[in-house]
């Protein structure tokens, strides 16, 4: 008779209709005080350090990522994926994202003494030390800050001087090692830098005190102001004009942190209009693929340009085929070099994938086809650094010169280096 009961309960027990998974984590989440808000907190946690960090996160996606882990459940595979399609947008925050969330996730030290019910489930791995500065500082205890405040006993007073060494410092630090923070205020930075570009003569010719021919019309009209006296015999003079530009970024993920500050110095630095007049500039990202970025650039604002340019971007942060994509440029945009009178900038740490060969006959065209063919190259922050990549090689011999960009004192020097590379 007990083993009947038995079956019937175990029978019974089946035929219970199955509680959906969103129900169930729901459930979960409410069960008494030791659980209740956990899975809330850990998120809220979780996004403010992915802000400290630069990524974008708000309110609306907050909320978002709560009703993602609902419905996916805490597997950690799920987990991961859930939220990395909620807060990630941008492909440089892609690698920013995975390297918090593994240290957040799964150190209780980081993770701010999470609970063990509430932590994906998975194989744990061991961990790697952090190497972006971004999320070294999105960790960083905020006792610190809190101890720095003085009392309201106390005088502050600004050290002028360490204000002043701090700004050195900045100005002689390479892009990649900066904190976000301090990537934000060099970005800043380096939308003031100048680039007055070299001019040459152009064609067209404007009214002045001096020039090769006289202006004779001029003259006549002058004359009726006076009676028919010529007082003074005008003259034309040909117009200065800045070179034209072209501009060549590398985007490849060994490039991720200078090329967005470079464009953003480009774009503020090669603005149209002013005491240079009309300059005609056309920009291109390259990786596995070639970027037109010129209708980017025709933005007035600097963060409208940077946004654009993401949009347009499908490659960024992933491989470099440069000779490919200087065929690219060669077959579908040739016209856009003005002659012999355009100024190639080409920004790259030399480490391409492609084929040697090729990158030799496009850079030998492109070489060919401009006035100057400038090797803009990140590296050269390493004293001892030689170009003995295989396409570091082919650029160092193509280049007219190697530049250095990887921090605010070279790029400020650019200008000088520009105008005497093409006196010579």
Same mark, same amino acid.
């Given at each position: 008779?007990?083993?009947?009961?038995?079956?019937?309960?175990?029978?019974?027990?089946?035929?219970?209709?199955?509680?959906?998974?969103?129900?169930r984590?729901l459930?979960?989440?409410?069960?008494?005080?030791?659980?209740?808000?956990?899975?809330?907190?850990n998120?809220?946690?979780?996004g403010r350090?992915?802000?400290?960090?630069?990524?974008?996160?708000?309110a609306a &996606?907050?909320?978002? $990522?709560?009703? !993602?882990? *609902?419905?996916?459940?805490?597997? =950690?595979?799920?987990? #991961?994926? %859930?939220? @990395?399609a909620?807060?990630v947008?941008?492909?440089?925050?892609r690698?920013?994202?995975?390297e918090?969330?593994?240290?957040?996730?799964?150190?209780?030290e980081?993770?701010?003494?999470?609970?063990?019910?509430?932590?994906?489930?998975?194989?744990?791995p061991a961990?790697?030390?952090?190497?972006?500065?971004?999320?070294?500082?999105?960790l960083?205890?905020?006792?610190?800050a809190?101890q720095?405040?003085?009392?309201?006993?106390?005088?502050?007073?600004?050290?002028?001087?360490?204000?002043?060494?701090?700004?050195? &410092?900045?100005?002689? $630090?390479?892009f !990649?090692? *900066?904190?976000?923070?301090e990537y =934000?205020?060099?970005? #800043?930075? %380096?939308? @003031?830098?100048a680039l007055?570009?070299?001019?040459?003569?152009?064609?067209?010719?404007?009214?002045?005190?001096?020039?090769?021919?006289?202006h004779?019309?001029?003259?006549?009209?002058?004359?009726?102001?006076?009676?028919?006296?010529?007082v003074q015999?005008?003259?034309?003079?040909?117009?200065?004009?800045?070179?034209?530009?072209?501009?060549?970024?590398?985007?490849?993920?060994?490039?991720?942190?200078?090329?967005?500050?470079?464009?953003?110095f480009?774009?503020?630095?090669?603005?149209?209009?002013g005491?240079?007049?009309?300059?005609?500039?056309?920009?291109?990202?390259?990786?596995?693929?070639?970027t037109?970025?010129?209708?980017a650039?025709r933005q007035?604002?600097?963060?409208?340009?940077?946004?654009?340019?993401?949009?347009?971007?499908?490659?960024?942060?992933g491989?470099?085929?440069?000779?490919?994509?200087?065929?690219?440029?060669?077959?579908?945009?040739?016209r856009r070099?003005v002659?012999r009178r355009?100024?190639?900038?080409?920004?790259?740490d030399?480490?391409d994938?492609?084929?040697?060969?090729?990158?030799?006959?496009?850079?030998a065209?492109?070489?060919?086809?401009?006035?100057?063919?400038?090797?803009?190259?990140?590296?050269?922050?390493?004293a001892d650094?030689?170009?003995?990549?295989?396409?570091?090689?082919?650029?160092?011999?193509?280049?007219?010169?190697?530049?250095a960009?990887?921090?605010l004192?070279?790029?400020?020097q650019?200008?000088?280096?520009?105008a005497?590379?093409?006196?010579?």
């Amino acid at each position: 008779m007990g083993q009947e009961d038995g079956k019937k309960w175990a029978a019974a027990a089946h035929s219970q209709p199955t509680i959906p998974k969103a129900d169930r984590l729901l459930a979960v989440s409410q069960l008494g005080d030791a659980r209740r808000g956990k899975l809330a907190e850990n998120l809220g946690g979780f996004g403010r350090a992915l802000r400290r960090a630069g990524v974008r996160v708000d309110a609306a &996606r907050m909320a978002l $990522a709560q009703q !993602a882990l *609902l419905l996916v459940g805490l597997e =950690r595979a799920d987990f #991961r994926a %859930a939220l @990395e399609a909620v807060f990630v947008s941008r492909a440089e925050d892609r690698a920013v994202f995975h390297e918090l969330f593994d240290l957040y996730f799964r150190n209780p030290e980081v993770a701010q003494k999470l609970l063990a019910q509430m932590l994906p489930r998975g194989p744990a791995p061991a961990l790697a030390p952090p190497r972006r500065p971004r999320v070294a500082e999105a960790l960083a205890p905020l006792q610190a800050a809190q101890q720095a405040q003085p009392r309201a006993d106390e005088k502050f007073e600004l050290d002028v001087a360490l204000a002043a060494s701090a700004l050195q &410092r900045l100005r002689q $630090a390479d892009f !990649a090692q *900066l904190s976000a923070s301090e990537y =934000r205020l060099v970005e #800043r930075l %380096a939308r @003031e830098i100048a680039l007055p570009l070299p001019q040459y003569a152009a064609r067209r010719t404007r009214p002045g005190l001096r020039g090769a021919r006289m202006h004779w019309p001029g003259a006549l009209r002058r004359a009726t102001r006076h009676g028919g006296e010529i007082v003074q015999l005008p003259r034309l003079a040909r117009q200065a004009r800045p070179l034209p530009l072209l501009v060549l970024v590398d985007v490849s993920g060994s490039m991720e942190r200078y090329a967005r500050l470079l464009l953003a110095f480009l774009h503020a630095a090669t603005a149209s209009g002013g005491a240079q007049g009309a300059l005609r500039r056309d920009v291109f990202a390259f990786g596995t693929d070639l970027t037109d970025l010129t209708p980017a650039f025709r933005q007035a604002d600097t963060d409208a340009m940077l946004a654009a340019a993401g949009r347009a971007i499908t490659d960024f942060a992933g491989g470099t085929r440069m000779g490919a994509s200087l065929a690219q440029l060669r077959t579908r945009h040739a016209r856009r070099l003005v002659g012999r009178r355009t100024l190639v900038l080409l920004i790259s740490d030399g480490l391409d994938t492609g084929a040697p060969a090729l990158l030799e006959q496009e850079l030998a065209w492109l070489r060919c086809h401009s006035a100057r063919l400038l090797w803009l190259n990140p590296l050269l922050r390493f004293a001892d650094y030689k170009p003995s990549a295989r396409g570091a090689t082919v650029l160092h011999r193509q280049a007219h010169a190697m530049l250095a960009v990887h921090n605010l004192e070279h790029l400020q020097q650019l200008a000088a280096s520009l105008a005497r590379l093409l006196r010579t």
